[in-house]
């Protein structure tokens, strides 16, 4: 089995936590959709049961930039490879490379800019200014490592067994099917005033855009889907989806400017679907590699 994991590194990714989502998969479904794709630690996850089943992912985000670096991936993996060993890890270097119009870019310049900038800024983080350009400070790290060979060809492999497009949430009704698992893993709710990291578009996520995710769950679940959703946990989020069967997670948040409010922190998890916990008959009990 080939060794699949993110390619990226993204606020709010679920690689440290993917076990605990595990068991609420459900056992048996057709194809995966997932509009809030990110770093996609869960489409990674399933990959081997849906190449097995023969069954598609469809992985949208309305970040473009990401997108167009998954369709390289995709389509180029090979010239990526070879166009991001060029990019030095430097200071300086990093504020050239950041300064770069994409839009006077080739996409696979463009790819190879965002995959350069995501693995040596500061934690990570993608973040765009109120023009759509990426503002993220240079990270300090001990040799960061930029071109992971192994994983982008893994990744290679895993997107051939899926469609990717840049698009709103919503997109999903067009795709979705009777039977079909859907993960919505949106922007979350902020805790609080100071600790809004919704930012990854010129236009932040918003409350309003919470009760349009709503109605596509709810829309998601009349058709026959099997719907899980992420957010985090205020009365806000469990008042809006006080209907459904909401659980608790441990997660941890590795991004706040005060170091303190780092650590341990509960998260939602929200089925359109009874999980059955009372046996572990029917969970997913893959244990992740990464």
Same mark, same amino acid.
Request: with cysteine; proline share 3%; net charge neutral.
């Given at each position: 089995?080939?060794?699949?994991?993110?390619?990226?590194?993204?606020?709010?990714?679920?690689?440290?936590?993917?076990?605990?989502?595990?068991?609420?998969?459900?056992?048996?479904?057709?194809?995966?959709?997932?509009?809030?794709?990110?770093?996609?630690?869960?489409?990674?996850?399933?990959?081997?049961?849906?190449?097995?089943?023969?069954?598609?992912?469809?992985?949208?985000?309305?970040?473009?930039?990401?997108?167009?670096?998954?369709?390289?991936?995709?389509?180029?993996?090979?010239?990526?490879?070879?166009?991001?060993?060029?990019?030095?890890?430097?200071?300086?270097?990093?504020?050239?490379?950041?300064?770069?119009?994409?839009?006077?870019?080739?996409?696979?310049?463009?790819?190879?800019?965002?995959?350069?900038?995501?693995?040596?800024?500061?934690?990570?983080?993608?973040?765009?200014?109120?023009?759509?350009?990426?503002?993220?400070?240079?990270?300090?790290?001990? %040799?960061?490592?930029? +071109?992971?060979? &192994?994983?982008?060809? @893994?990744? /290679?492999? *895993?997107?051939?067994? $899926?469609?990717?497009?840049?698009?709103?949430?919503?997109?999903?009704?067009?795709?979705?099917?009777?039977?079909?698992?859907?993960?919505?893993?949106?922007?979350?709710?902020?805790?609080?005033?100071?600790?809004?990291?919704?930012?990854?578009?010129?236009?932040?996520?918003?409350?309003?855009?919470?009760?349009?995710?709503?109605?596509?769950?709810?829309?998601?679940?009349?058709?026959?889907?099997?719907?899980?959703?992420?957010?985090?946990?205020?009365?806000?989020?469990?008042?809006?989806?006080?209907?459904? %069967?909401?659980?608790? +997670?441990?997660? &941890?948040?590795?991004? @706040?400017? /005060?170091? *303190?409010?780092?650590? $341990?922190?509960?998260?939602?998890?929200?089925?359109?679907?009874?999980?059955?916990?009372?046996?572990?008959?029917?969970?997913?009990?893959?244990?992740?590699?990464?």
């Amino acid at each position: 089995m080939l060794y699949y994991k993110p390619i990226v590194k993204w606020a709010g990714g679920k690689t440290k936590i993917i076990n605990q989502f595990a068991k609420y998969i459900p056992k048996d479904f057709n194809n995966y959709h997932e509009p809030f794709v990110g770093g996609g630690a869960l489409f990674f996850y399933l990959i081997p049961n849906l190449i097995e089943k023969r069954k598609k992912g469809y992985l949208s985000d309305s970040v473009e930039e990401l997108i167009n670096l998954y369709q390289t991936i995709k389509n180029d993996v090979h010239n990526l490879i070879n166009e991001t060993n060029k990019h030095v890890y430097q200071k300086e270097y990093y504020y050239h490379v950041r300064s770069l119009n994409p839009l006077e870019l080739s996409d696979l310049e463009r790819a190879s800019r965002v995959l350069y900038l995501n693995r040596t800024c500061f934690n990570g983080l993608y973040r765009v200014n109120k023009k759509g350009q990426f503002n993220v400070s240079f990270g300090d790290y001990v %040799n960061p490592v930029i +071109v992971d060979e &192994t994983a982008l060809r @893994n990744a /290679n492999q *895993a997107f051939q067994h $899926a469609e990717i497009f840049c698009s709103d949430f919503e997109v999903v009704l067009d795709n979705a099917k009777e039977k079909d698992f859907v993960y919505l893993d949106p922007p979350y709710v902020p805790l609080s005033t100071t600790s809004d990291f919704t930012k990854y578009t010129p236009n932040a996520f918003n409350v309003n855009d919470h009760k349009r995710l709503k109605v596509v769950f709810e829309s998601l679940k009349a058709m026959g889907c099997f719907v899980m959703l992420s957010n985090s946990d205020t009365d806000y989020t469990r008042e809006l989806f006080s209907d459904y %069967n909401i659980k608790t +997670v441990n997660a &941890t948040r590795a991004i @706040n400017s /005060n170091t *303190a409010r780092r650590g $341990a922190i509960k998260e939602l998890i929200i089925l359109s679907y009874d999980d059955k916990m009372d046996n572990d008959e029917g969970r997913w009990n893959i244990e992740a590699s990464y």
